[in-house]
């Protein structure tokens, strides 16, 4: 699943424009590396968002296409 799909289904950002947004300017790295949208997520792979002075960072647990609003937490784990 490419990383701004991602992101969008497992709601940590709201909006696919937006974590595409995010990506292009370089503000998203996966596993210590600055990656683009079009980047394909895997289970176990450490993904750090910087937004402002926010800094999130996550273990994917789980990829899937489609998710319910209630489960899109079990999507990741917060390091």
Do not use: F, W
């Not at 292009?24 to 750090?48: M, Q």
């Not at 996550?58 to 319910?68: A, D």
């Amino acid at each position: 699943m490419r990383l701004d799909k991602y992101l969008k289904v497992s709601r940590i950002i709201k909006r696919r424009t937006v974590a595409n947004e995010v990506c292009d300017a370089k503000h998203v790295t996966v596993n210590g590396k600055i990656a683009r949208a079009s980047y394909d997520v895997k289970e176990n792979d450490v993904i750090e968002i910087t937004m402002g002075a926010n800094k999130t960072k996550i273990q994917v647990t789980r990829i899937s296409e489609t998710v319910r609003k209630e489960d899109a937490p079990l999507m990741y784990r917060v390091l």
